[in-house]
């Protein structure tokens, strides 16, 4: 047990001398202070009389909630997530081999696709990223409203995702005709890049060539040179100064 911080205090075992009164008389403070521990402790007491059942409840179910935390983490999440994980495997392989049809519905061996994976497992990590998966597999099969559904229930975090998501939001948009929509997800996708310069000089050259096929060539020369000055580590970057000409020329 931690020691008492005494300083200012009586030292243990000194009796107490009071102190004099106007008249002479000694006033003892250790019967005052003893009789309001007291009184402090009754009144805890009595309150805890009048509120036994609601405490003792409130107590079991606060137990309750946490067990229940417990359980379900052990017994239900880490293994739905393990399952999920796995089962989207097959998937991921006929993404990478750009077999989005297949890896939407049907990628073979017995394994579901991303659709039956945020269906069976939405609530997981891995069901959540299957919403990005299916977004892009929508957007390079030209299905660009499902995209931007899937690419929306994407619940992205850290740095990179959230980059990701805006961006194919952006390309959706953009494939729509929905030129300001588009631009505002790339500028958010920009904005969520932060100092990754590769991320951000990809969509803020995605800005300024949607502003030159716009016709806006104010607009598209600001972006282009923006892109020299923020972004000048990327390789979108090098191409930069040929369409700062062409702009500047007037074409």
């Known amino acids: ?56 409840y409130g107590a079991l179910i606060v137990a309750a909630l946490v067990i229940g935390y417990v359980v379900y983490n052990t017994f239900v999440k880490l293994p739905a997530e393990k399952n999920a994980a796995a089962e989207m495997q097959q ?14 519905t049907n990628p073979g061996q017995g394994f579901p696709g991303f659709l039956d994976i945020i269906d069976n497992y939405g609530s997981t990590e891995a069901g959540n990223l299957a919403n990005y998966y299916a977004a892009v597999s929508y957007l390079n099969l030209g299905q660009y409203e499902a995209a931007l559904d899937f690419a929306k229930s994407f ?10 998501k805006f961006g194919v939001i952006g390309d959706a948009e953009s494939e729509l005709g929905n030129t300001e929509a588009a631009m505002d997800a790339y500028q958010k996708a920009i904005d969520a890049a932060g100092d990754n310069f590769l991320t951000g000089g990809y969509y803020q050259n ?25 972004f000048g580590q990327s390789p979108e970057a090098a191409a930069a100064d040929k369409y700062i000409a062409l702009l500047e020329a007037g074409q």
């Open 91 to 104: 998937a991921q392989v006929q993404f990478e081999r750009d077999s989005f049809a297949l890896a939407l």
């Open 1 to 56: 047990m931690a020691k008492k911080n005494n300083i200012g205090r009586r030292p243990t075992g000194t009796p107490s001398t009071g102190r004099k009164g106007g008249t002479g008389t000694t006033t003892v403070e250790g019967d005052d202070t003893l009789v309001d521990i007291v009184e402090v402790r009754n009144q805890g007491l009595d309150f805890f009389e009048r509120h036994r059942n609601t405490i003792v």
């Open 206 to 230: 995605k800005v300024a060539l949607l502003l030159r096929t716009q016709g806006r060539n104010e607009e598209a020369l600001t972006a282009f040179r923006r892109l020299k000055s923020d």
């Open 155 to 164: 619940k992205a975090k850290g740095r990179l995702l959230p980059t990701m």
